[in-house]
């Protein structure tokens, strides 16, 4: 695939972020695209915060990859997030590999890639560098923040780190801390990349190596837990794939062997695989419980922000215990908190595939909300 990187709109933040990690960007690059038109109230902004594989091109054409954006089912012209109405703002995360600052970007100091001379980043980091956009666009306070996934991890970070500055959230598919199952299938992910030797120790971008078959085994165990069992045997089942019968070799033989191939190396293309390591592991340090000694209410205490918590029935990775876990602390303070289970049969990636239950939500909570909040400002 011809990536064409030469499209993506930068800002550069000088401010310095202190990191987690104790160290300091003294300067970061921020890509970002947006949809729509930002009004004279500045009051119809809306910040979408991308997943662990998306980046900044939540809709139309992503003008890298000349594919489609990642979110185009929900969001565009008369989409449930309608671009005729709303001003969309979506940013690579800092550590990810569509422009941002990360690992794949030129360190000034040596003027080589970062590799892993790049410092480890949570989300927290990440929510704290995406606020730089909102200043520079001028906008005080987002109608809505949002995301799935990791994103909706970016939702909630955000509401405990800038409450002031949204008059909404709905965090998808996510909860307010990984569990141990999800830190061990990260943790598969980040070995299989680091066993390939093309990896290089984290090299291979100054060797002029590419480690496709570890990022690509990574994207496959990644991509087995955003689907659900119920799904999977719905699209594939046993089907073999052009042969009458199992050819007694280890090829593919299943049409679910093909599919999670295709998925695994197609990704190589489009994916920097140190940027997985670094975000996987963001993923993996995110806990709100251990950010407010236990206690998750206190993450949200005094809060304001209007929420509606998605979750899908059939998602086994972020499942909806772990939603309800969220609208009880956010109950426990009195918070305004809208909860909704879709059902589906999608899994874990249920809000990116044409699911009209939760286009619907989406539509009608953004709607209704700003009908209350554009009489504010």
């Known amino acids: 695939m011809n990536l064409n990187f030469s499209s993506i709109k930068k800002i550069k933040i000088e401010k310095p972020l202190l990191l987690d990690c104790g160290v300091t960007l003294s300067g970061f690059n921020l890509a970002y695209e947006t949809?729509?038109?930002?009004?004279?109230?500045?009051?119809?902004?809306?910040?979408?915060?991308?997943?662990?594989?998306?980046?900044?091109?939540?809709?139309?054409?992503?003008t890298v990859t000349n594919k489609d954006g990642w979110w185009n089912?929900?969001?565009?012209?008369?989409k449930s997030i309608d671009t005729?109405?709303?001003?969309?703002?979506?940013?690579?995360?800092?550590?990810?590999?569509?422009?941002?600052?990360?690992?794949?970007?030129?360190?000034?100091?040596?003027?080589?890639?970062?590799?892993?001379n790049f410092p480890v980043i949570t989300i927290k980091d990440m929510v704290s560098a995406q606020a730089h956009l909102l200043d520079y666009f001028g906008i005080k306070k987002t109608l809505a923040v949002l995301g799935g996934s990791m994103g909706g991890m970016q939702a909630l970070q955000f509401c405990t780190l800038f409450p002031e500055r949204t008059y909404a959230s709905i965090p998808i598919a996510c909860a307010a801390s990984h569990s141990a199952q999800n830190i061990a299938f990260n943790e598969l992910a980040r070995q299989a990349i680091m066993a390939d030797p093309e990896w290089d120790n984290g090299n291979y971008l100054t060797s002029g190596k590419v480690p496709r078959?570890?990022?690509?085994?990574?994207?496959?165990?990644?991509h087995i837990s955003y689907l659900s069992e119920q799904g999977l045997q719905n699209k594939f089942?046993?089907?073999?794939?052009?042969?009458?019968?199992?050819?007694?070799?280890?090829?593919?033989?299943?049409?679910?062997?093909?599919?999670?191939?295709?998925?695994?190396?197609?990704?190589?293309d489009r994916f920097d695989a140190n940027s997985y390591l670094y975000i996987t592991r963001a993923m993996d340090y995110f806990d709100l419980y251990k950010q407010n000694n236990g206690n998750l209410s206190k993450a949200f205490d005094g809060s304001k922000i209007k929420y509606c918590i998605i979750s899908f029935s059939t998602d086994w990775l972020y499942p909806t215990l772990e939603s309800k876990k969220i609208v009880i602390a956010l109950n426990s303070i009195g918070a305004e908190v809208s909860?909704?289970?879709?059902?589906?049969?999608?899994?874990?990636?249920?809000?990116?595939?044409?699911?009209?239950?939760?286009?619907?939500?989406l539509k009608g909570f953004i709607d209704s909300t700003y009908e209350e909040f554009k009489n504010e400002i």
């Open 73 to 78: 089912l929900a969001v565009g012209k008369d």
């Open 213 to 222: 078959k570890g990022l690509a085994i990574a994207r496959m165990a990644g």
């Open 237 to 268: 089942g046993r089907k073999l794939q052009k042969q009458t019968d199992v050819k007694f070799t280890f090829d593919a033989d299943f049409e679910v062997e093909s599919y999670l191939k295709y998925q695994g190396y197609s990704f190589v």
């Open 339 to 361: 909860f909704v289970e879709i059902v589906s049969n999608n899994g874990h990636d249920s809000f990116l595939v044409d699911e009209p239950a939760f286009f619907n939500t």
């Open 84 to 116: 005729n109405k709303y001003f969309v703002i979506c940013a690579n995360v800092i550590g990810g590999c569509m422009g941002s600052t990360g690992p794949k970007e030129i360190d000034p100091s040596t003027g080589k890639p970062y590799g892993l």
């Open 35 to 62: 949809y729509g038109k930002l009004n004279e109230k500045k009051n119809n902004a809306i910040l979408v915060f991308h997943a662990l594989s998306g980046d900044q091109f939540v809709t139309e054409t992503n």
